[in-house]
């Protein structure tokens, strides 16, 4: 008898818990859906009125196929197919209809319309910049043929974040290093040495294709007329080359550090002198 009241409570009360739980995901999900709803309306209020005009008249055009038991993935690749040159106002219409969906929504354009990829991250990461990691991966995996305008736009967004940007498109795409190091380079000349370090420590597995990805963008460097005002400091360089020989880059594969005078041969050598490579 103590046993069956104990299991009815104890039914009664996972029940119960179950319920909270579930009404907290509602509510978790609810407060995202709300404050992406209103940084898109934010965004859209400062946006000029011919444009905030356009968003409403695809808010309606979405809400009617909507209606007719279209999808909004389907709706959206339609629209952007036949209005490419409206995209952000598609867009911005769409998420105000399916805020949660920010992500699909956007993937989906850039699968059908790869051209539109850096038009669609900077809309997305215009109204969900704190989500800024989760949209650079969705839109690598979803076009990563286009990673080094991905790299560059979010680069734009978050100068700040430069290391993280580097570490998502490098942790997705690690064969397109060479296109994630030219672009950051190329977009944060002061700061992309130190990310690609820092990337170096925490993904070692990495610092293979990073080093000849770097060096490549030297090398190519040294080859035109007008080489990119990098500027990295000789302490920067040292610590480029303390990480990556810590990750196995041997004396050998340094050594064009030190011939194209970014190191000095003393460096090299220090740097070195303990290890056999």
Do not use: C
Not at 20 to 39: C, G, N
Not at 128 to 150: G, L, N, S, V, W
């Amino acid at each position: 008898m103590l046993f069956s009241k104990n299991k009815a409570w104890f039914k009664q009360t996972l029940l119960a818990l179950s319920a909270v739980a579930a009404s907290f995901s509602a509510h978790s999900a609810l407060d995202m859906s709300d404050a992406t709803s209103r940084s898109v309306s934010e965004y859209i209020a400062i946006l000029p009125s011919a444009e905030q005009k356009k968003v409403d008249a695809y808010h309606k055009m979405i809400g009617n196929h909507l209606n007719q038991n279209f999808s909004i993935v389907r709706t959206v690749r339609i629209l952007t197919s036949h209005y490419p040159q409206d995209v952000q106002e598609i867009l911005l219409a769409a998420y105000q209809h399916h805020p949660k969906q920010l992500n699909v929504i956007s993937r989906a354009v850039i699968r059908s319309e790869a051209a539109l990829t850096s038009d669609v991250l900077d809309t997305a990461l215009s109204v969900a910049p704190d989500d800024y990691t989760q949209i650079i991966r969705m839109a690598i995996k979803a076009e990563p043929a286009y990673i080094d305008d991905i790299v560059a736009v979010a680069a734009q967004h978050q100068p700040n974040h430069l290391e993280e940007i580097v570490r998502v498109a490098i942790t997705v795409e690690p064969d397109l290093s060479g296109s994630v190091i030219y672009s950051a380079a190329n977009n944060s000349p002061n700061g992309f040495l130190d990310a690609v370090v820092n990337v170096f420590a925490s993904i070692p597995e990495s610092t293979s294709n990073l080093f000849y990805a770097v060096k490549d963008f030297f090398i190519g460097q040294e080859k035109v007329e007008q080489p990119n005002q990098l500027r990295a400091n000789p302490e920067q360089w040292q610590r480029f080359l303390t990480i990556a020989k810590a990750q196995g880059v041997t004396k050998q594969e340094m050594q064009w550090l030190q011939k194209q005078g970014y190191i000095t041969e003393e460096q090299l050598a220090q740097a070195y002198s303990s290890s056999s490579n």
